[in-house]
Each structure stands twice: as C-alpha cells, then as structure tokens.
C-alpha cells in the first residue's frame, strides 16, 4: 500500500510500505478515506525530534472498516469510523478516569500513545491507504454512513477536540475574555471552542494575515503580535484589562533558535496577557527533549518560564496532550446536529501523492495552507 514516510529533516516520500493488517484480536483496519496533516508532524518533518527515518506520518486518521479481528465486539466491516489520535487500552487507570493521551498501557515506558508519532509507540500512521486499529473497540468513534461532513468528522481526530481541551484547561466559561497564541489549525478551533462555550470575547495572536482573517471571520479579535508587544495589544482592545483566560496554541517551536538566548516564549506573554487569578490552557506542544535547541540546556527541554509573574497573579495553567476521546462523541453530536462547523479551517483537499509538495507548503506556512486533508481515494 501507499503511505507518506518520512525520510530526513524536510524531506517525505510517498511510498510502497507493507500492508497493515490484524496483528491483534482486537485490532482492525480500516481503509483511510482522510488523513490530516498537522502541525504537530512539523516538529518532526523539521527535524527537532530526532526521528528516525522510516516513519510513516499521520495521526488525525478516518476511514471505513475494511477487516475485523477476531476479538473485536462492536465494531463491524463497514462501519464509518474517526480514530482519536491517541492510542489508549480503555482499561488503565488513566484511561479508566478518562485521560486516554496518558494510557499506561500502549506505550511501555512511556504515558500515552499516538499514530506514526516519535516515542508514541509502536503504531503506523494514517497518511496511507489503511491504518491498523489497535484495541478497536475503544479506539473508533462511529460516524454516521455515507459522506457527509466528511470534512468536519475528520478534525475530530485531533485538531477540534484539541482546541475544545485547551479552552477546559482554561476552565472558559460564558461571558468570559479569552486571549489564544497561534492562529494555527489549532489555535483556531481553540477560539472556535471558546466561542461554543460562551465566551463573550476572543482575541487571536499570530503574525499571518491570511490566518488572521480567518480568525476574524470565525468571530474573533485579530492580533499582529509583528506590530507590538502583544499583551500591551490586547489589554488596550479590552478596556485596559487582561482577558480572564488565555490559551497557548503555539508550543516551543515559537521559542529561541540560533543566535538568541533568551527564549520568546509565548507562555511568558500570556502571563502578562491574562488578568491576576485567570488560568492558562497550554496544548502548544513542549517536548521534554529538543535535541535540534540551541543550547545544552535547550536540548534538554528546559525553558526560561517566568514563574515569579505566573505566581505573583495567581494563575493556574492545564498543559499536555489532548484526551481526545473526553470530547469527541459530544462534539460528534454538534455536529450532527448542525451546531458546529470546524472545516473552515480546511484549505486543501489532496490526493496522498502531492503530500510531500502540502508538507513544504504548510510548513512554511504559505499564504491559504491552513489545513490539508489528505484523501488517498481521490
Ligand atoms: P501551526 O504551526 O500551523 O500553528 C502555529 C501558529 O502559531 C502559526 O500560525 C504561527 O504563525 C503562530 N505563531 C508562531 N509564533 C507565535 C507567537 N510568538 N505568538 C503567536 N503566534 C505565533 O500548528 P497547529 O497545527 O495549529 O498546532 C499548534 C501547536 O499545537 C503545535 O505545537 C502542535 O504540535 C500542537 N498540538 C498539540 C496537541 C495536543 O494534544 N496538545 C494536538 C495537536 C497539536
Ligand atoms: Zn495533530
């Protein structure tokens, strides 16, 4: 079967890889109909991760049912499936209280698991013709059949229960001010989800127009942090004050590279950016290695965070992976029902082989590349 491997830092092919197939009882596999790229698979195509070549990418995977293990109970061949992008058993104790990016048991050594991801387990991407399911019982959200909101399910995989997780980290509530770093897929379902919850106002941080103008049009306060410290920006758009929540959708690619020692971390403006007892919902991504950092102390994920300004106003702040599965089939339901609508992100709809031309675009985030779906039938 086809599948977009990775090869060297900004660099994947399309390839002929060996079919996924049943390697458990409870495994199944699915025949992939969209696949998203995400900017968490920069941190990789970019060479900040140290993976090894060979990885096949994709973690934001759905399709239709193709072959069903013999232990598998609910699921049937047919059946229109999304994959949460976190791997989870569903019987460990974090899974059991609901925090299945943090299984104990897909991943030895390691909290969590994940599809063709570095140090996320032994799991095959989704940027590929089929994906093999493990524990699939517990690992399918079930779609309705057909092809409807193909485009819409599909984010269900990661990217818009992401930006729901970050505003419940924030703790968003109605009528509350939310300020979100990154205009990025995520950072845009982050503001999307804040607005679901209530929010009266949602300002968006990022430097490019194209994305600013999708913030705007999604019904939110645009910020060019490249025109002026942007806390300083928010706080005079909000009557002088800092908003009550804020949400990191930036993550650790936006601190220091060469050249420069003291890292511009985005969680450092949100501290300034959020009024005294408000709480941080960070689900930008910070590895707890960089090998690719500029520094001995970088390389080993330590970052200069201002803890004195964090204490002094008394913040809170949730961080890690996504628990996918927590918000999924709610947010399944939204939009079912008409109440949601998260593929205004969707910029691209392309066949697999013009990945590696969609990896080049949307890592230098060209002007219109804001999320590609990848379709390996079309
Ligand atoms: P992206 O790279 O497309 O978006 C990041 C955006 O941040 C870009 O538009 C960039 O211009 C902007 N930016 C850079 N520096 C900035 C700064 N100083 N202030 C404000 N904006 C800045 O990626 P994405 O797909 O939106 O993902 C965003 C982050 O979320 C990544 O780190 C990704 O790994 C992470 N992520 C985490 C989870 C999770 O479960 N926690 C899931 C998916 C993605
Ligand atoms: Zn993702």
Redesign the pocket.
């Known amino acids: 079967m086809k599948a977009v491997v990775y090869q060297e830092p900004y660099s994947v092919t399309v390839e002929d890889v060996p079919d996924a197939r049943i390697e458990d009882p409870n495994d199944v596999v699915v025949r992939i109909t969209t696949a998203a790229i995400?900017?968490?698979d920069?941190?990789m195509y970019e060479g900040r991760t140290g993976a090894e070549p060979g990885i096949v990418f994709g973690h934001e995977n759905m399709g239709v049912v193709e072959e069903v293990g013999p232990g598998v109970a609910r699921i049937r061949k047919g059946d229109r499936v999304v994959l949460p992008?976190n791997v989870g058993c569903g019987f460990c104790r974090n899974c059991l209280a609901g925090d299945t990016?943090f299984c104990l048991t897909v991943n030895e050594g390691f909290a969590g698991g994940a599809y063709g991801y570095v140090s996320m387990g032994p799991y095959r991407g989704g940027q590929a013709e089929y994906l093999r399911v493990p524990f699939a019982d517990f690992n399918c959200l079930k779609l309705p059949p057909g092809e409807q909101f193909e485009d819409d399910f599909a984010l269900l995989a990661?990217?818009f229960p992401?930006g729901y997780?970050a505003t419940e980290l924030a703790d968003v509530s109605p009528g509350e001010t939310v300020c979100v770093?990154?205009?990025?897929?995520?950072?845009l379902m982050a503001a999307y989800s804040a607005q679901l919850r209530g929010a009266s106002k949602v300002f968006v941080?990022?430097?490019?127009p194209d994305?600013l103008a999708l913030a705007e049009r999604a019904g939110a306060i645009p910020v060019d942090?490249s025109q002026g410290d942007?806390a300083e920006q928010i706080k005079e758009l909000n009557g002088g004050e800092g908003t009550d929540k804020g949400i990191d959708?930036?993550?650790?690619?936006?601190t220091a590279r060469e050249g420069e020692e003291q890292p511009?971390l985005?969680l450092n403006?949100l501290v300034d950016a959020v009024r005294a007892t408000g709480a941080l919902g960070v689900?930008?991504?910070y590895l707890p290695a960089d090998p690719g950092g500029p520094t001995e102390s970088a390389k080993k994920g330590e970052l200069l965070f201002r803890m004195g300004g964090f204490f002094e106003k008394g913040l809170r702040m949730g961080t890690?992976?996504?628990d996918v599965k927590r918000y999924n089939r709610q947010l399944r339901d939204m939009i079912i029902a008409g109440r949601a609508q998260p593929s205004f992100v969707v910029s691209h709809r392309l066949p697999l082989a013009e990945a590696p031309d969609a990896y080049r675009h949307?890592d230098n985030?060209d002007p219109g590349w804001t999320k590609v779906l990848l379709k390996p039938d079309l």
Do not use: E, K, M, N
């Not at 770093?181 to 950072?187: I, K, Q, R, T």
């Not at 941080?205 to 490019?208: G, M, S």
């Open positions: 995400c900017g968490s920069l941190h992008f990016g990661d990217i992401t997780h770093f990154g205009a990025g897929p995520v950072g941080v990022d430097r490019q994305r942090f942007a959708a930036v993550g650790y690619q936006a511009a985005v403006t689900v930008g991504l890690g992976q996504a949307f985030r």
